[in-house]
């Protein structure tokens, strides 16, 4: 089963990777009579599919304003960006470094080392009008710092110390320590002005330019320092440089709350009466000078000729509310349409951490990553363009913005369910409006709350963001999507017993989470319960909630399913259903080109053998299983070796955490994973504290209620036990959904262990799994130790054990 298991995984890692193009000239043309027709059709078809950014033939200049989104893009109110943005590709850009918002310093520092990081020094709290971000260093002359050298620091030797040229003088930013000093244990490695230092030892395709990166502005000698904030190449006018690499800081769009004190000629600082379009209105006039200029220089573009490649990003955010900036790619070679990258796997959306290598691989020079930009091409208009890009924005902000509400929600839900079983199940309450009614109105209700996680997974098939009110479109499609699910359970012939419908609601839930995943994640990405790219934990696969959804999805299916199987004499098939739908499902999951799930295929595997073993009769010792454990750990490795050997830019989270294992760094971010999860429980309690109610639940239903003490016939206390006995504890005596159960708790308890933010995968498991179990109590199978033959019986049978 293993070897299978590896050997389908092997096949797929080994098909080239979305965006692959033929790397000789020509290749996959047809020649011969009817050649140029094939090829056109060939050529038609292709539009639309990413294909790697040309190398940049001259100059790259990055131009930072942070705060800039896609809204802020107007032909009337920017021409400069617009002209830029209809004449290049454009993606939405995820800014998040360290911390929920990101501050202009710490844009610039992740831009520069090509990984997350903070920036310091932390406002200071007692201040008349405190901050959220800090000033920015303003550079100044090497001998004039205050700052000591270091033995083995000789400045002097640095290109252009001491006096000025053409690319630019050696400068400091004297108390640099202080901004560096956040990321000590922060988790990441962050490795200051690596992407200057990676142009600085390439080699320059012209004489014209010198392998350099200019900085001008704050912002971009914050990009380009090293380590003890010294900055080779800062001049007040990048585009005279002669470097190949300019990085220039136009400024922000903040507010005063929200940025912090003035940088001459790089203003940070905005009057909170400000209006924000004049703000943009004035990066744009600031942006056209320098493209101005630019075209003034041509003579320093590089080979004869070529135009310099341009790249505008919004680096940071405008204020408290993260959301996400632009990212605009014009220049020889790109066509009009949308980037990508193989850390996203999303149209349309860029991460941070993505500038840097992608910045590398147009001028031609490698990275560590392996990551570049893909554009897809397109030939809509460009105000359609904009008007998906800033829908997509919108849609991330109303999801994101939402998350918290939709998590209280979920939580109060469940609590309310919880609370609602233990009065039903008192003896006053069930005396009074009798036992069998309202059992089944318990059922109904459960069966309604557990579409709630697939409803928010299926809003994403309506297009709720060109509503007025984006809030209310995703909570009225959230509605819908549940009512399909219910729809979709109650179908007949599946939908006349509580079985059926449970069966049918969870094989509906796991398909759809499969469809997409192999599609995709479309319904995954920018969900209520699945992963935003403004907070940019994950951008592609399953994520924690999802797999949460999946494993019970999964395991209820197969134990209703089985108890079916078996009940009619198929005996084979009580073995090959769970074996073939069960491997189908830790393929899904695992495969690094559509789950990408380590921990959440771990888990499923674990619970897949768990589930076997019981309904095959093997008796589950303790070193049984720690054999699974073992088991399901040695596939999940093999997985990750075969991704580890793609090149790096093509690899998935599985190669990531491989390599992270062989360089030594996975212990730090195992202790970053750990952090996360008490971050979750200190934030959101409510989340965490569902997990051990749903056992208790679980407990309590399926074994107490079988052992209820017992009592006269007259008490009310039997008639109470009388009332549920032969339901609840029918299902917990059918073993083959009882094994089911056992299976989807093995799957949630190794997801709490091994996925990142683990927490969320039980108690997401549990608002599915006690609602299924109530559906499954109200089943009248097996009624002849139900209500009826107990009012019949004598209370000396009731009595008997």
């Known amino acids: 089963m293993l070897g299978l298991l590896l050997g389908l995984l092997a096949m797929t890692l080994g098909a080239p990777g979305p965006g692959t193009a033929p790397t000789a000239a020509g290749a996959g043309q047809q020649r011969g009579p009817g050649a140029q027709a094939a090829n056109e059709a060939a050529d038609e078809a292709a539009v639309g599919l990413p294909q790697p950014v040309p190398t940049a033939p001259g100059r790259v200049v990055v131009f930072g304003i942070p705060g800039l989104t896609m809204d802020d893009i107007d ?101 640099f320590d202080s901004v560096t000093a956040p990321n000590e244990g922060s988790g990441y490695a962050v490795d200051y002005g690596l992407l200057a230092e990676l142009v600085g030892e390439s080699n320059s395709p012209t004489p014209d330019l010198e392998p350099c990166a200019a900085a001008e502005g704050s912002g971009a000698a914050y990009a380009v320092a090293d380590e003890d904030g010294v900055v080779d190449h800062y001049t007040d006018d990048a585009i005279a440089s002669d470097c190949r690499l300019s990085l220039i800081d136009l400024g922000g769009i903040g507010s005063q709350a929200w940025l912090n004190d003035p940088v001459p000629h790089f203003d940070y600082t905005v009057p909170v009466e400000v209006d924000h379009r004049v703000r943009v209105a004035a990066a744009d006039r600031l942006l056209g000078e320098k493209l101005d200029a630019l075209r003034t220089a041509g003579g320093q573009t590089g080979a004869p000729g070529a135009e310099p490649t341009i790249m505008v990003a919004g680096l940071g ?87 918290f509400t939709f998590s209280i929600l979920l939580d109060v839900v469940f609590y309310g369910l919880f609370l609602l079983c233990a009065v039903l199940l008192t003896s006053a309450v069930i005396a009074r409006r009798g036992g069998a009614r309202i059992h089944s109105l318990l059922a109904w209700m459960s069966m309604i709350l557990a579409t709630l996680p697939m409803g928010a997974f299926l809003a994403g098939l309506f ?228 997990t051990p109610l749903a056992l208790i639940a679980i407990l309590f239903f399926l074994r107490y209620l079988l052992h209820f003490p017992r009592a006269a016939r007259s008490s009310t206390l039997t008639r109470l036990t009388n009332t549920w006995r032969g339901r609840l504890p029918e299902v917990f005596e059918d073993r083959d959904v009882h094994s089911g159960f056992l299976a989807a708790a093995t799957g949630l308890a190794v997801g709490l262990v091994l996925t990142d933010s683990g927490i969320a995968v039980p108690s997401t498991g549990a608002m599915v799994l006690l609602p299924y179990l109530l559906a499954l109590s109200a089943d009248d199978r097996g009624r002849g130790r139900g209500e009826a033959d107990l009012a019949d019986a004598t209370p000396e049978a009731v009595d008997r054990p």
Request: net charge neutral; charged share 15%; glycine share 10%.
């Open 317 to 403: 955010d405008s204020s408290a509310v993260p959301r996400l900036r632009s990212l605009i790619l014009s220049g020889p070679g790109i066509e009009p349409g949308t980037l990508t990258s193989s850390t996203t796997r999303t149209p349309a959306l860029l991460q941070l951490t993505d500038l840097a290598p992608g910045t590398l691989n147009l001028m031609d020079v490698a990275s560590p990553s392996g990551v570049s930009f893909e554009v897809r091409a397109s030939s809509a208009a460009p105000a359609d363009r904009l008007d998906d890009l800033v829908s997509d924005a919108t849609k991330a902000a109303t999801i994101h913005g939402s998350l």
């Open 463 to 690: 297009p709720w963001a060109g509503f007025e009110l984006p809030h209310l479109g995703l909570g009225i499609s959230v509605i819908v999507g549940s009512a399909l699910t219910l729809a979709v359970a109650l179908l007949p012939p599946w939908g006349r017993t509580w079985r059926g419908r449970v069966a049918g609601m969870a094989l509906f839930s796991l398909l759809v989470i499969a469809v997409d995943l192999a599609t995709g994640s479309r319904l995954q990405g920018n969900s209520l319960l699945g992963y935003n790219p403004i907070v940019g934990g994950r951008f592609y696969g399953l994520g924690n909630q999802g797999a949460a959804v999946f494993i019970v999805s999964l395991f209820i299916f197969l134990g209703v399913a089985i108890s079916w199987l078996r009940a009619r004499g198929h005996e084979r098939l009580v073995v090959i259903l769970p074996a073939v739908l069960g491997l189908a499902a830790v393929f899904v999951s695992g495969n690094p080109s559509w789950g990408a799930k380590f921990g959440g295929t771990i888990a499923t595997l674990a619970g897949l053998l768990v589930l076997l073993a019981l309904v095959t009769g093997i008796r589950l010792s303790f070193f049984r299983l720690v054999l699974i454990g073992l088991a399901s750990l040695t596939v999940l490795l093999g997985i990750a070796y075969l991704d580890w050997l793609r090149p790096p830019g093509a690899r998935s989270h599985f190669g990531t955490f491989f390599d992270q294992l062989v360089s030594g760094e996975a212990l730090r971010v195992i202790q970053r994973k750990l952090g996360a999860n008490l971050h979750i429980i200190e934030i959101n309690p409510a989340l965490s504290i569902i």
């Open 75 to 175: 032909p009337e109110l920017t021409p400069h960006l617009y002209s830029l943005f209809s004449d290049g590709a454009a993606a939405n850009l995820n800014v998040r470094t360290i911390g929920s918002n990101t501050c202009p310093a710490a844009a610039w520092v992740s831009l520069g080392a090509g990984a997350r990081a903070a920036a310091g020094p932390p406002s200071d709290p007692t201040a008349e009008t405190p901050a959220s971000c800090p000033p920015l260093i303003e550079p100044s002359p090497v001998e004039d710092s205050p700052d000591p050298q270091t033995p083995d620091e000789d400045t002097s030797s640095r290109p252009g110390a001491g006096e000025e040229d053409l690319t630019g003088t050696t400068v400091r930013l004297h108390g």
